[in-house]
């Protein structure tokens, strides 16, 4: 257990930031996901002053489900069990108890000093500087937006700083942090051998009687929502696109109102010297960079010919310095605005600084121009007709989307007449779910829920016009309508006898294995077993080569006072995976590295414990209590 905390220790800022707070703090949503007492949301739990609300916690338990499963973690009676409920809101309470004995201490986390903290952490930056680009990429693969991320370090800030208060004074004994260290620097080596659980399958039994008595013990595998066959017409632009046609002066108006458009990009040959001055500089030192570089400027300017001799001398940046400073043929867009703005603006041959980008100062010149200039007409005139048609058939769409909608409802019994007026294809979609997975523009909720709304099912009426993506519109009607309800045993026997198969293979492959297992330990020799090439594993996840958590914590836990040495444990697929441990070794490396952040980490986790202790005081002195019923009712994310 001490040595599962350490690896968390060690993972840093950035990791305890991410893992920190989706893994311990994953419930929070903001700073509003408790309900004050007298809320009409429904509620699960009471922690104080607070209510910890039904959908906020629904949401917790989909993310710690998804984050399990991104983990490896696939079998649905741990993701959709009890335990894993109650492990939810236990860590909601606890982290609100800490919220509120916060509050009345006079703790508080201020918003602008943690976006300040967000712009210094290294994991939010590229090349030194903060990037919102960076920012957003890791809250969007973490789920989170910019105030969702705020609100959870924040908590976590209070929670952090009231245990630091309580735990301040934990020392860590130094034969506590050598033990520790030789611990996560052990390696074993180790061969796997693994009893799949399909190879058991054929053994398995299944009756009619079991296969009957499963079916009524879970309801939801037969379960099947309103289902609709629908006919629909799709309005877009290309509908009118079809109906149009663009005249040579019609093309010719396109031509000269977006001449723009067929423009030849101007390119210029560019090549620079770079004096490298940070972003930050003051004044002063940018000055003193200007002045010690205005030589090289004047002797430039003077005599252009030498730029690329002097470039490979004085050029600090080193890709382009060895060819002379070039930069490459380049056009607008594609380069510091600042830079860009100075070499539009400059003649072939032109030598000119200094410029000021993020990079530093520059000296540019202009080697050659090309491009620029016009298309003309008869060049460009095939493209230019589509692109007429096209924005003719745009506007003719935009005028039209109000009739289309006001002739899909008033003619409400049919979709008919408006598929006439516009040259519709009137198409007719199979049978589907409204809770299940839908057809192309079906997918669409608002239009969904137009379907299986009661007047559409009970007198058959269009739908309204509704879009379903830009410039297009979606209008149906139903052809047929099933309401919900229970599928015969028949349609789902096959899957109940799969599942019941493979259940049973899972308790077949896990006897076998604990009967191998006690042949092994005995100093006996299993011939069936087939164990793999020998791998050197450790604790930390880079020395894992392929076993997950639970097999390491399982070869860990082994005894090894006897080599070889054998355990095995089941896997999350009904498997069984046996391991021979044949050799014991230690990464020094490793060693090294925990013994210096040892006496650090041991000392937060002593801190942790008293923590621990005190949040149960906390616990015990707040008025907290579990609406169990409500709890149970929160439906399995399978």
Known sequence: MLADTMHEKMKGLAARIILGILIIAFAWTGIDTYNKSGG????????????IALPIFEESLKKEQSRLREAGEKNPAILNSAELKMA????????????????????????????AAIKNEPMFQENGQFSEARLKLVLENNRLNLKQYIASIAQETLSRELIAFQADTGIAPRAMGERLAQVMAEQREVSKAVLRVEDFAPQAKVDAQQIQTYYDKHPELSRVSEQARVEYIVFTPEAVLAQLQVSEADAKAYYDKHAEQFALPERREVAHILIRV????????????????????????????????????????????????????????????????????????????????????????????????????????????????????????????????????????????????????????????????????????????????????????????????????????????????????????IEIEARLRKEQAAVLATQQG????????????????????????????????????????????????????????????????????????????????????????????????????YLESLRAQGKVSIKQTVLDKVGAQN
Do not use: C
């Not at 939810?88 to 000093?113: C, D, F, H, P």
């Open 40 to 51: 009409a949301v429904q509620t699960v739990a009471q922690v104080g002053e607070r209510q």
């Open 278 to 493: 940070a972003p930050d500089a003051k004044p002063a030192d940018k000055q003193a960079a200007r002045d010690k570089a205005q030589p090289l400027l004047i002797a430039l300017q003077q005599n252009p010919k030498q730029f690329a001799e002097l470039a490979k001398q004085h050029s600090q940046d080193p890709l382009t310095a060895a060819k002379g400073g070039a930069l490459g043929t380049i056009q607008r867009g594609t380069i510091f605005p600042q830079v860009e703005q100075a070499v539009f603006a400059m003649a072939t041959g032109e030598v000119k600084g200094f410029v000021e980008s993020p990079a530093g100062l520059h000296i540019l010149q202009v080697k050659a121009i090309t491009g620029g200039g016009q298309r003309s007409f008869a060049e460009v005139r095939d493209g230019v007709l589509e692109a007429a048609k096209r924005d003719m058939a745009l506007r003719k769409f935009n005028e039209e989307v109000e009739q289309f909608g006001d002739m899909v409802y008033a003619k409400s019994d049919s979709l008919k007449p408006a598929a006439d007026k516009y040259r519709l294809t009137i198409q007719t979609s199979d049978w589907f779910e409204r809770q299940g997975p839908a057809q192309g523009l079906l997918k669409n909720e608002r239009l969904v829920n137009a379907i299986f709304s009661g007047d559409t099912i009970k007198s058959k009426r269009n739908t309204e016009a509704i879009e379903v993506a830009p410039n297009t519109l979606v209008a149906a009607r139903i052809v047929e309508y099933k309401p919900a309800g229970n599928k015969p045993i028949e349609s789902v026997k």
């Open 88 to 115: 939810v809101l236990e860590r909601m309470m606890r982290e609100q108890l800490l919220i509120q004995q916060a509050a009345k201490l006079g703790y508080s986390a201020n918003e602008a000093s943690i976006l």
């Open 514 to 613: 604990q009967t191998f297992l006690a042949e092994l330990k005995q100093g006996r020799a299993v011939p069936a077993l087939k164990f793999g090439a020998a791998k050197k594993v450790g604790r930390d996840q880079a020395q894992r080569e392929g076993f997950g958590v639970n097999e390491i914590q399982a070869i860990f836990r082994a005894g090894t006072q006897t080599l070889p040495s054998y355990t095995g444990i089941a896997l999350s697929d009904g498997s069984f995976a046996l391991y021979k441990i044949s050799g014991i070794a230690s990464d020094e490396n490793v060693k090294r590295q925990v013994a210096q952040i040892a006496p650090l980490s041991l000392r937060q986790i002593l801190a942790e414990q008293t923590a621990s202790a």
